[in-house]
């Protein structure tokens, strides 16, 4: 019974880590329509960027900050110098932009921190474990679980609450008539494009402690996000809340009962979606 | 018109008589490049012609590959061109298969999907050791040709280099005709402007799952030579890797044009051979270079050429015309 438990818990870890990572890849897309390749090099340049911050300051809690801040100015940047570019030629443009972006990001990536595998440790409490109705657990895992939910709830927030949120949306549906009313566009879109980078950085930098940081860690975490934003709906938030918690728990009892096949299990599900849903379980047609 | 006729021609002669010019190392060096312009041939009809980007492109590649390699490690006599048929066709009915299932999303999704299954492929290579032979992947010779009269010995450089010249370029000239055809310039429509094309009578969807099947099949072939010539594959051939090989090598050369793949073959494999001997970092150029290539210059290396050549020939005759039309892929 412990262990069931232990395993669930361990699935809502993973699928915490996966909405951070979904998260920005769902509301660049969702507010800008652009499919950011990158975003999973950008995960990974969060972790390695995290490494080194933790080496120069030996606070865990820095890198938290400073590395996704770091992200938010290269996000920037990039919309600014590349994507803008070749925004307007479409769609396949920006995938291959942002493809060719990841493929150099990766090559930097190891041309800065080489190819061994690295390790971030956690200090003080967030390094110990809770014991609770006879059940120990990480609580670092814990941490994770909870700055998701954290995360979730705010950006919910900020989209459907306030005032910027508002401008954003407004901006999506109709960016000449907002660029009209006085609201300035590519300030928008600068700002959601590194929100979203920086989100990215910041599952990096979550992700360090609880997995190693390697060069191959952006391919091992690209496919299931990207999953998870084909199963919950391209666009859809609630959609990648849902699809992160089916497949961290596909992952972790198909590891537990079927671990030959575990792998597949995710595109087992992803191929039925496709079939009987193709707008994914909470997109919108069309 | 009559210039590309002559670039070709000469292109072939020189192609022709390569052995006789240059050593068995760069004799190796061309097979490797006449085998992936091929495979990056499969991927522009796709992405170029039909507008479809897939990240899934390796694929076919891979399975072409390990289905050569499976017949040749279960009979090592099967007979040479039977084992390229038979790898066409497996990815034929694969492609069909998988296009049927994937076509129904256009754009990113397709592209996501796409990834997604190349996943499942990747899986499939590492996890299902007895056909496969899982992380250690398959080893095999190349067989003898037997053409009743005259025995052909593949191990030979010269000869194999020969047979890819003559079955690959045939195969080319072949894929070089279907774009003049009727359904090859459906398919460009695809491409162009898909929502008019049923008010003409056309049907995007079968186009697209016809171009896709044609693409998987030829990707398959390269596959099929591509375990021929290195021998060996492994799982890793289905990969994001291999498909940002196709990626890079189209885009280099020129996306949309026929000969650009080629031209990017040939770019990128020599490239890689010169840079790779003196840096480790070659990768991270070819990004660049590809990162500047969908920037600028989205027409590549066969875009910067006729440009020459056009202004060249407009100083002569005062007219400047745009040799051919690349077209914006959507």
Redesign the interface.
């Known amino acids: 019974m412990s262990q069931i438990i232990i395993f669930g818990l361990h699935g809502l870890t993973y699928a915490g880590l996966l909405f951070l990572i979904a998260s920005g890849l769902t509301i660049v897309f969702g507010m800008m329509r652009i499919l950011n390749f990158a975003h999973a090099s950008f995960y990974m340049l969060g972790a390695y960027l995290s490494y080194t911050l933790f080496l120069k300051t030996g606070h865990f809690w820095v890198c938290l900050i400073v590395s996704p801040a770091l992200l938010f100015l290269i996000g920037v940047l990039v919309e600014r110098v590349l994507i803008r570019k070749v925004h307007s030629l479409g769609l396949v443009y920006d995938l291959l932009l942002t493809f060719g972006l990841g493929y150099v990001l990766g090559e930097i990536v190891k041309w800065i921190w080489g190819t061994m595998p690295l390790s971030v440790k956690v200090e003080g409490f967030l390094a110990g474990s809770l014991t609770l109705l006879g059940i120990t657990y990480p609580v670092y895992r814990l941490f994770i679980l909870l700055v998701a939910l954290g995360i979730g709830i705010g950006l919910a927030l900020i989209l459907f609450k306030t005032n910027l949120g508002i401008i954003i949306r407004a901006s999506v549906d109709d960016s000449e008539m907002c660029n009209a009313l006085g609201i300035n566009i590519p300030l928008i879109f600068g700002g959601v494009f590194g929100f979203g980078v920086a989100l990215a950085g910041f599952a990096g930098v979550m992700a360090g402690p609880l997995l190693t940081i390697s060069t191959d860690m952006a391919n091992m975490v690209l496919l299931d996000a990207f999953v998870v934003v084909i199963v919950g709906g391209l666009s859809s938030l609630g959609g990648a809340v849902l699809a992160s918690l089916i497949i961290g728990q596909l992952q972790s009892f198909g590891a537990l009962l079927i671990p030959e096949v575990s792998m597949v299990l995710i595109y087992v599900l992803m191929a039925l979606v496709l079939i009987f849903k193709p707008s994914g379980l909470l997109g919108k047609k069309g | 018109m009559k210039q590309t006729f002559y670039y070709t021609a000469g292109g072939v002669v020189l192609l022709c008589l390569a052995p006789f010019i240059i050593g068995e190392v760069y004799l190796n060096l061309l097979i490797e490049i006449i085998i992936y312009s091929l495979y990056a041939l499969s991927f522009n009809i796709l992405l170029g012609y039909g507008?479809l980007?897939s990240?899934g492109h390796s694929v076919f590649l891979g399975v072409g590959a390990y289905v050569t390699g499976i017949i040749l490690l279960r009979a090592p006599d099967f007979p040479f061109l039977a084992v390229i048929l038979i790898s066409g066709l497996g990815t034929l009915v694969l492609g069909l298969g998988l296009g049927s299932?994937?076509l129904?999303?256009t754009?990113?999704?397709f592209?996501?999907?796409t990834?997604?299954?190349n996943?499942?492929f990747a899986?499939?290579a590492i996890?299902w050791k007895s056909v496969t032979g899982g992380d250690d992947g398959i080893c095999i010779f190349r067989p003898t040709i037997n053409l009743g009269a005259i025995l052909l010995d593949t191990t030979d450089v010269t000869v194999f280099y020969y047979l890819c010249l003559v079955l690959i370029g045939g195969l080319t000239f072949l894929l070089w005709r279907f774009t003049k055809t009727a359904m090859g310039h459906t398919v460009l429509l695809l491409r162009e402007n898909e929502g008019r094309m049923p008010f003409l009578g056309y049907n995007p969807a079968l186009a697209r799952l016809i171009l896709f099947t044609l693409s998987a099949t030829v990707a398959g072939i390269a596959g099929s030579f591509y375990m021929l010539f290195f021998g060996t594959v492994a799982y890793n051939i289905i990969g994001?890797e291999m498909t940002?090989i196709a990626?890079l090598m189209t885009?280099i050369g020129g996306v949309g044009m026929f000969f650009g793949p080629l031209l990017g073959a040939a770019f990128y494999t020599y490239v890689q051979n010169l840079l790779s001997g003196i840096t480790n970092?070659w990768?991270?150029f070819m990004?660049?270079i590809?990162?500047l290539m969908?920037?600028y210059q989205p027409k590549g290396l066969i875009g910067i050429f006729s440009g020459l050549v056009s202004r060249i020939g407009s100083l002569k005759r005062r007219t400047s015309q745009e040799p051919h039309s690349g077209g914006?892929?959507?």
């Open positions: 507008g980007l990240f299932l994937l129904k999303q754009g990113p999704a592209a996501l999907l990834l997604a299954f996943g499942i899986t499939i996890k994001v940002a990626l885009f970092k990768p991270f990004g660049i590809f990162i969908v920037l914006p892929i959507r």
